[in-house]
């Protein structure tokens, strides 16, 4: 192996970027359920979005909507996040324990007795 190619191996910020992306897709469907529980008319607005281009989306009902805003979500904050940190070396514990925390949250956001809990 030459020694390009070991410093090319060596940098681990495209992994963090694809583990904070993902983070953030599941971050953005725990807030776009929980905000679906809270008010009507965000729970039409998040369906309408569904509508826009996922077929039989009336059939899903605001899940299609919830869906959009996780993929928006992903897509925009790997795209950002990839050029950022793609030449870099970073510490992927620190990305790791920002990941498992937002994927906690995330899970409390779309579990039904915490977001009844928090609605009340």
Not at 41 to 54: C, Q, R, S, T
Not at 84 to 96: E, F, G, I, P
């Amino acid at each position: 192996m030459t020694e390009e190619t070991q410093t090319k191996l060596k940098k681990n910020g495209q992994v963090a970027a694809a583990m904070i992306a993902a983070m953030i897709a599941v971050l953005s469907l725990g807030i776009s359920h929980t905000i679906s529980v809270f008010s009507k008319d965000a729970k039409l607005f998040i369906h309408e979005v569904g509508k826009l281009w996922i077929p039989g989306a009336e059939g899903i009902g605001p899940y299609s909507g919830k869906e959009s805003f996780m993929l928006i979500g992903w897509g925009l904050s790997w795209l950002i996040l990839y050029f950022a940190l793609r030449n870099r070396d970073v510490k992927l514990t620190y990305y790791t324990v920002i990941f498992m925390i937002g994927v906690g949250i995330a899970t409390l956001l779309v579990w039904t007795p915490f977001v009844h809990i928090i609605a009340k």
